[in-house]
């Protein structure tokens, strides 16, 4: 099982150019998450989906827009690309419940120019 | 907003040496969790805490409920050059969310 994958692992983008980070996940959690880490900052909740067909806004949503495809892939997409979107981007998802906690993928470097 | 203060920032060890850091928040957490974040990888749990009080082992890391449910600390014994990282304090926010410390940074010398 290869738990929360995403793709791509490096992205360099102009200003003002587009793009969508996938995020796929094998184990059949409700709730799927994006954050994004800059140094010095922790990890900041940019949008969350509790359940297949719903997202809500987290701490840092401007610019960003997010699409839960089904209850496997949670994608962020970025339209217009800004500098201060350069960042490392998290996807993860919940086990909830029984046993409260999240499980992260390995991240998205993400360089806006 | 809600924050979750981690001390020390920030700390250079020997190996072999005990590490304690600690989590405080000006909220009541009913669960904390500690994650351990490898350069160029993404956090992995290592411990959670759902009891005020509780001490919880997973091989030489220790973590600890503080008794006002505001805070946390993870001790690390007979620290290894592995054991270097980031370490960050989480707890849940509301139903669905949850909330992350700034990081400790842990590097050791050997």
């Known amino acids: 099982n290869a738990g929360v994958t995403q793709t791509p692992k490096f992205q360099v983008l102009k200003t003002g150019q587009s793009m969508t980070l996938q995020c796929a996940q094998d184990?059949?959690?409700?709730?799927m998450y994006w954050y994004r880490q800059d140094p010095g900052m922790g990890l900041r909740l940019i949008y969350y989906?509790?359940?297949?067909?719903?997202?809500d806004k987290g701490e840092v949503p401007n610019g960003y827009n997010v699409s839960r495809l089904n209850k496997r892939e949670f994608s962020l997409r970025l339209e217009s690309a800004a500098p201060s979107q350069t960042s490392v981007y998290f996807c993860?998802?919940?086990?909830?419940?029984?046993?409260?906690?999240?499980?992260f993928g390995p991240g998205t470097r993400l360089l806006v120019l | 907003g809600q924050q979750l203060n981690q001390s020390p920032q920030s700390m250079f060890i020997q190996e072999g040496e005990d590490v304690s850091m600690n989590c405080t928040s000006s909220?009541?957490?009913?669960?904390w969790l500690w994650y351990k974040q490898d350069p160029g990888e993404g956090p992995v749990l290592l411990i959670a805490?759902?009891?005020?009080?509780e001490l919880t082992s997973n091989g030489r890391l220790t973590a600890q409920f503080g008794i006002t449910r505001k805070d946390s600390f993870l001790n690390i014994s007979a620290s290894i050059p592995s054991d270097v990282g980031i370490y960050f304090c989480?707890?849940?926010?509301?139903?669905?969310?949850?909330?992350f410390g700034t990081g400790t940074r842990l590097k050791v010398l050997a």
């Open positions: 993860a998802n919940r086990a909830g419940a029984v046993v409260e906690t999240q499980y």
């Open positions: 184990m059949n959690h409700n709730s």
């Open positions: 989906s509790a359940s297949e067909g719903t997202t």
């Open positions: 909220s009541i957490f009913n669960t």
């Open positions: 805490l759902y009891k005020a009080g």
């Open positions: 989480a707890g849940p926010w509301g139903t669905y969310k949850y909330i």
